[in-house]
C-alpha cells in the first residue's frame, strides 16, 4: 500500500494534521526526525486510520503515491529549508512539498522558485486553528501552482473547518507566496482583534469597575450579537478561570507581559514596505512589545496621571453599552486595514487574490473565526474590487452609528488615564479618511521649505517649488 500524504515533523501541529487526514480515510505516511515521536503516535491513534511509519527518508518518500504529496510540519526559518534540502533530491517531476508552517512569504517565494526548477511544486499553506483546530478541521490557505491544487485541493477541503455554510475553509489563494501573506495578514488581525479585546477588557475593568468575572459575562453577551467570535468566547473562559492555587482570577496572576513569535510584526514590517496603513495591527504589535518593557515601566511608575472617577451602577452599565460600539467599529478598521494589506500584496505580486473568497475562508476554523467574515464576504461578492472595507454601504452605516459612542469611550479613557492605542488608532484612521482635507497640505510644504522636494497644487497639473530662501516665488519644477 501507498500513502496518498505524508506528513514530517509530527510535534503537536503535525501530529495533529496527520490524524486528520487519517480519520478522513486518507493513508498518511509518517516521519519525524527521532521516530520515537512516529512511534508513538501510532501507538497512540493508529486505530484511527491507515498510517505507515517510516523511519529514514528514503522510506518516507518511497511510501507515498505518486505524485507525492509531502507536509512538512517544521519551525519556520531554516529546520524548514533544512527539510526541503533533505527530501527535494529523492522526489520526482509533478511531486508537491506542502509547508504548513508559519513560513515568511518571502521565504516561501524563493523555495518555490527554487523547487520549480526541479518541477517540484512548492506549496506555502497557511494553516490556522492551533491544535484543536489541526486536528478537527482547520481553516487552510494555500498557495502555489494552480496544478498543485487540482490534486491536493479536495483533500485539504476534506480536512478543513466547515463555515456555517457548509463550504470548506479553503481556497486556493494565489501561487507561491499568497497562501503564507494571507497567513500572515491573519496573524495581524489576530493581534488586533486580540488587542482590542484586551483594550474594552480593561476599560470595563478600570473605568467601569466590574470584576473579571463580571466582564466575562458581559463578553458572553456580546458573543451572541455581531461581535460573536471565536476569540471573544475564549476571553469569556479565560475571564471566568480562577486560579487554583491562590483562589484569585487567573487574570490577575499571570504576568503582563504579551509575547509574540513574529507573524503581527511581520505583517506590520510588510505593510510600511507597501505603504499600506495598518495602524490598528501596528499598535496591536507595539503595545505586546511595550508590555514587555518591565523596567522601563517600572521607572514610570512614578508619572503623573488623572484621579479616578468612580461610575455608578447605571453609568457603568450605559458605558459596557458603549464599549461595545467602540469594539466593534474598531474592529471594521482593522479588518479594513487587513483587507487593503492583503489587495495591496496580491497587486504587488500579481496574485490576483479574491478578497471575497478570502473571508470566506476565515469563517470557520482560525483563530480569527467570526459571525462577522460573513458579512465581509458578502460585502465583497457585492462589489469585488470594493476599494476598501469602509466604502461598503453596511459597514459604513455600522461604523457610522456607532460614533459616538466610540469618541465617548475614548473621551472616558483619556480622562481616566486607560491606555487605548488600539481604539484610538481605528479612529484616528476612519476620520483621516473622511476628512476633507489633511494636514499633509502642510508636510508638503515643510518638504519643500527644508528640501526643495516640491509640491502639487490643488488647482494645477505639475510638480512646484517655493524659492522660500529668496523672494519666494513659485517655479515650476
Ligand atoms: C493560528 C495562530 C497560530 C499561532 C500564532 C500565535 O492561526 O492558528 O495564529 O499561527 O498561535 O503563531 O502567534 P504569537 O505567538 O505571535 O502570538
Known amino acids: 500500500t501507498s500513502a496518498q500524504i505524508g506528513v514530517t515533523g509530527l510535534a503537536v501541529m503535525g501530529r495533529n494534521l496527520a490524524r486528520n487526514f487519517a480519520r478522513n480515510g486518507y493513508t498518511v505516511a509518517l516521519h519525524n526526525r527521532t521516530a520515537a515521536k512516529t512511534q508513538a503516535l501510532v501507538e497512540e491513534f493508529g486505530h484511527e486510520g491507515e ?5 529514514t527518508a528514503k522510506e518516507f518518500v518511497a511510501a507515498l503515491e505518486r505524485p507525492r504529496r509531502l507536509v512538512i510540519m517544521v519551525k519556520a526559518g ?34 518555490e522558485r527554487e523547487l ?48 456555517k455554510d457548509g463550504s470548506p475553509c479553503v481556497t486556493h489563494v494565489g501561487p507561491d507566496g499568497a497562501g503564507h501573506f494571507v ?21 470595563l475593568r478600570d473605568v467601569a469597575g466590574y470584576s473579571p468575572a463580571q466582564i466575562a459575562d458581559i463578553f458572553r453577551t456580546w458573543n451572541t450579537g455581531r461581535l460573536d467570535s471565536y476569540l471573544i468566547e475564549i476571553t469569556a473562559e479565560v475571564l471566568k478561570h480562577v486560579d487554583a492555587a491562590t483562589g484569585k482570577p487567573f487574570v ?21 514596505d507597501l505603504g499600506v496603513p495598518v495602524s490598528g495591527i501596528a499598535e496591536a504589535v ?24 468612580a461610575l455608578s451602577e447605571a453609568e457603568a452599565g450605559a458605558f459596557a453599552d458603549q464599549v461595545e460600539q467602540a469594539l466593534y467599529a474598531s474592529k471594521i478598521v482593522s479588518y479594513t486595514q487587513g483587507f487593503h494589506e492583503v489587495a495591496a500584496g496580491s497587486e504587488e505580486y500579481g496574485w490576483d487574490i479574491d478578497l471575497g473568497s478570502v473571508a470566506a475562508i476565515w469563517r470557520g476554523g482560525c483563530i480569527i473565526r467570526a459571525a462577522f467574515l460573513d458579512r465581509i464576504r458578502a460585502a465583497y461578492d457585492t462589489r469585488a474590487d470594493l476599494p476598501s472595507l469602509l ?33 484610538s488608532a481605528a479612529l484616528a484612521y476612519y476620520d483621516a479618511l473622511r476628512a476633507d482635507r489633511l494636514p499633509a497640505a502642510l508636510t508638503q510644504g515643510q518638504r519643500d521649505f527644508f528640501g526643495a522636494h516640491t509640491y502639487r497644487r490643488t488647482d494645477r497639473e505639475g510638480s512646484f517649488h517655493t524659492l522660500w530662501g529668496a523672494d519666494r516665488s513659485e517655479v515650476q519644477a
Open 252 to 272: 490577575d496572576v499571570v504576568q503582563d507581559r504579551a509575547e509574540q513569535k513574529g507573524t503581527g510584526r511581520w505583517t506590520v514590517q510588510i505593510a510600511l
Open 116 to 163: 520549480r526548477e526541479q518541477d517540484i511544486h512548492f506549496v506555502g499553506t497557511g494553516v490556522s486553528g492551533g491544535e484543536e483546530g489541526a486536528l478537527l478541521g482547520p481553516s487552510i490557505m494555500p498557495g502555489g501552482s494552480q496544478e498543485s491544487y487540482a490534486s491536493l485541493g479536495p483533500m485539504l477541503e476534506k480536512i478543513s473547518a466547515k463555515a
Open 286 to 309: 507595539f503595545a505586546r512589545s511595550l508590555s514587555g518593557h518591565t523596567e522601563l515601566r517600572a521607572a514610570s511608575k512614578e508619572l503623573a496621571g488623572p484621579t479616578a472617577r
Open 391 to 423: 466604502s461598503d454601504k453596511t459597514f459604513a452605516q455600522e461604523i457610522g452609528a456607532a460614533q459616538d459612542d466610540w469618541r465617548a469611550v475614548l473621551v472616558a479613557a483619556t480622562q481616566q488615564g486607560v491606555p487605548t492605542p488600539g481604539f
Open 183 to 203: 497567513k500572515m495578514v491573519h496573524n495581524g488581525i489576530e493581534y488586533a482583534d486580540m488587542q482590542l479585546i484586551a483594550e474594552a477588557y480593561q476599560l
Open 51 to 55: 498510517f505507515i511509519a517510516t523511519e
Open 78 to 111: 531554516e529546520p524548514t529549508d533544512a527539510v526541503i534540502k533533505e527530501f527535494a533530491p529523492l522526489m520526482e517531476p509533478g511531486d508537491m512539498i506542502i509547508d504548513g508552517g508559519n513560513a515568511h512569504f518571502a521565504d516561501t517565494r524563493r523555495r
